[in-house]
């Protein structure tokens, strides 16, 4: 079993394209090589956290995508998720979905937020925070262990826990506020 992470799909949402300078020509191609890069990587038993802004379509739409995407899949809401949120068809498309959380990957505590932070629970301990909402806009930091888990920065695909442990490795957290690692 892989853990998985991505966030800011957008499926649907007619304008990403263009914002994001996506490489799609439509919406439609869009969602279809989004979906079949998740199914690609994501096998029927690993898990996989999405970040938020999964879908700006009508509630139908995101629960027939949600549907066809593998693996036992959580949500954390993001700001373009209003509407989905208040849906219980869409909701039970997931495992769980919430605001914000914390999990542990073997030993790994990791804080999943839509949004980025500069501090978060056990930071000062090697905890990790993952994000989305800045689609790759955000300059990374390499005194954190915190990065953006956006299709934007990972091919338009899930990414794996193993490839973020690469990423964090060559981080030396640094701390912005009173604490003191232990």
């Not at 802004?53 to 899949?73: H, M, P, S, T, Y």
């Not at 219980?88 to 914000?100: H, Q, S, Y």
């Amino acid at each position: 079993m892989t853990v998985y992470f991505t966030s800011d799909t957008h499926y649907g949402h007619h304008r990403v394209i263009e914002y994001s300078k996506r490489p799609f020509t439509s919406i439609e191609a869009m969602n279809e090589a989004m979906v079949d890069r998740w199914n690609a990587v994501v096998k029927p038993g690993d898990l996989v956290y999405h970040l938020g802004d999964f879908a700006l379509c009508n509630v139908e739409q995101a629960v027939a995508i949600a549907r066809r995407l593998r693996g036992q899949k959580y949500l954390i809401f993001g700001n373009h998720d209003k509407r989905l949120r208040k849906d219980l068809t869409f909701i039970g498309a997931w495992i769980w979905a919430k605001d914000l959380t914390q999990i542990q990957v073997g030993d790994q505590k990791i804080t999943l937020c839509h949004y980025a932070m500069r501090t978060w629970a056990s930071s000062h301990h090697g905890a990790w925070q993952l994000y989305g909402h800045s689609h790759g806009s955000l300059p990374e930091n390499p005194r954190a262990k915190s990065t953006d888990v956006g299709v934007d920065c990972w091919s338009y695909a899930p990414v794996s826990y193993e490839a973020l442990s690469e990423v964090m490795s060559k981080r030396t957290y640094e701390p912005v506020d009173h604490h003191e690692p232990e």
